[in-house]
């Protein structure tokens, strides 16, 4: 196993994702036709120009491009690396805000670093998945972690489940909530309920409860809030 040296993720012209049955196989990468187009459409990199290969499992390594003809390559170029797993991972779990927002806070908390995000139905939610399309707009969802983790250069991907019923799953959690004790490196599972706020049965049902400061947050900052909080413990 190489030892991790991260800063080479930062110098390069982009960050790729891989299967990971791609990576560690040596000499040129196959890329699909999505990552092919961005790469030399949108990026309009050129050959020979170093980028980063990740499968998103914590394994990563250096590629150049290589441009033949209308195929594109990717040539790795140093030895894979395997990223140890964290020893504390964060999670962090939250209602669904509306539209967008959903989108813009599933790509901050992966910017983060935060390791696992759990959808949540809460009491109070607007937003409700029905159960037919939840499967699509999950997907949808995994997309947009994923782009955010090439942005990012992250090499492990971010986990999202499905929605479930707050009321179910609290108990690992300690929820936002005015009032609450300081949030501290133990809370490394914390969440953020709907823009009205947490049922009674579901602060019964939480873990403990912290507060995030004296201003009332939306649900996408509350849970960006969280998240960044959560991380600095680490650095």
């Known amino acids: 196993m190489v030892s991790p040296d991260r800063s080479a993720l930062r110098s390069t012209s982009a960050h790729v994702l ?3 049955d791609l990576l560690g196989a040596g000499g040129l990468i196959s890329i699909d036709d999505d990552t092919e187009h961005h790469l030399r ?3 309009r990199l050129r050959d020979g120009e170093a980028v980063s290969v990740t499968d998103g499992e914590g394994r990563w390594c250096l590629a150049t491009v290589m441009l033949d003809g209308a195929a594109l390559r990717l040539d790795t ?14 999670s962090v779990a939250a209602a669904m805000p509306k539209g967008e927002r959903l989108d813009w806070m599933v790509q901050k908390v992966t910017e983060l670093g935060v390791d696992h995000l759990a959808l949540l139905h809460a009491d109070r939610s607007v937003v409700r998945w029905k159960p ?3 499967e699509h707009q999950l997907a949808r969802l995994r997309r947009v972690a ?8 992250r090499v492990f991907r971010l986990v999202i489940d499905a929605p479930v019923a ?4 609290l108990g690992d959690y300690v929820v936002a909530e005015p009032g609450g004790r300081v949030l501290t490196a133990a809370d490394t599972a914390v969440a953020v309920g709907p823009e009205g706020g947490w049922g009674e049965a579901e602060l019964a049902a939480a873990r403990d409860r ?16 969280v998240s960044a909080l959560c991380v600095a413990f680490e650095r």
Do not use: F, N
Request: cysteine-free.
């Open 77 to 90: 170029t140093s030895p894979v690396v395997v990223e140890p797993t964290a020893t504390r991972t964060i």
């Open 166 to 169: 707050a009321v179910d799953v």
């Open 41 to 43: 459409r949108v990026l």
């Open 18 to 20: 891989v299967d990971a």
């Open 146 to 153: 994923d782009e955010a983790l090439r942005q990012s250069r």
């Open 210 to 225: 912290i507060d995030l400061g004296p201003t009332i947050l939306r649900t996408e900052t509350a849970a960006v809030a």
């Open 132 to 134: 037919d399309r939840a």
